[in-house]
């Protein structure tokens, strides 16, 4: 019996469930055996799966839809567990606090004593102390934006998760005007590092990765509307031709007819 790309995929896919789950569980040991052999069995298994993607066309949407959701159930998995005590994530959470009592994030820092009680148990730990923020301006409005909302790492990481997730409906909406179809996107979402670095550590990288989606998608988008319309200027253009060629032609096919009658 010989199987399917289809059922490779989900083969693939249940193993990279597995594998990331025990990635989660043994979060805390980052670099441990345990964590490593997990994540080299998910990165194998993924490097196999965007094979079987781009070799073959014409999946069903189901299997889209069933992979999406196991990407989903692997991201929780990560989205539950506390971020590391050195992930940069606290210094988000640092620098969305500051500019809401009123401080500047670039002036202040984290370790010196005078303003050691705007510290809070997420914040006390975070690392490089003796330095302000390095973060743009860009990122410190989105900490603003979602420390407003919930003050907390795990907020900030359910808002990058967030963005990960718009990140796929951008280029499924990319994907459905392409050849090879909407499955590519789970090139995207399968990838294990997007659970690890965006669910499970929490970075911000993946706010500027959404900002170049949408622009790309924008562009992809204008371009199609350029080519309708200049496809439609065109038409245009042949029926205004072929309609001022069209007295032109019944005129001369007149003159003989009128030539003949004065003649006579």
């Known amino acids: 019996m010989k199987v399917t790309s289809e059922w490779r995929l989900y083969i693939l896919g249940a193993t990279l469930l597995v594998a990331l789950s025990i990635c989660a569980r043994n979060f805390g040991d980052r670099g441990g ?17 965007v094979r079987e993607l781009f070799a073959t066309r014409g999946f069903p949407r189901r299997l889209t839809v069933i992979a999406l959701f196991l990407a989903a159930v692997w991201h929780v998995e990560f989205l539950r567990l506390p971020a590391g005590v050195d992930d940069d994530i606290h210094r988000y959470v640092w620098d969305g606090r500051l500019q809401r009592l009123g401080y500047n994030p670039y002036i202040v820092i984290p370790s010196d004593p005078a303003v050691a009680a705007l510290h809070t148990p997420e914040t006390r730990n975070l690392n490089n102390p003796d330095l302000p923020s390095p973060y743009p301006a860009g990122a410190q409005l989105f900490f603003r934006a979602v420390t407003a909302i919930h003050e907390s790492t795990f907020a900030l990481k359910v808002a990058f998760v967030i963005c990960e997730f718009a990140i796929v409906f951008v280029l499924l909406d990319m994907l459905r005007f392409t050849r090879p179809g909407a499955h590519l996107v789970l090139a995207f979402a399968w990838n294990p590092l997007l659970a690890i670095e965006v669910a499970g550590s929490g970075h911000i990288d993946i706010v500027g990765a959404l900002f170049l989606a949408v622009s790309a998608a924008a562009l992809a988008r204008r371009w199609r509307t350029s080519a309708v319309r200049g496809g439609g200027r065109v038409d245009r253009r042949r029926v205004r031709r072929a309609g001022a060629a069209a007295p032109t032609a019944r005129t001369a096919r007149g003159r003989p007819d009128r030539d003949r009658a004065r003649s006579r």
Request: proline share 6%; aromatic share 12%.
């Open 33 to 49: 055996p345990h964590f490593m052999a997990s994540l080299t069995v998910a990165g194998v298994a993924y490097l196999l799966a």
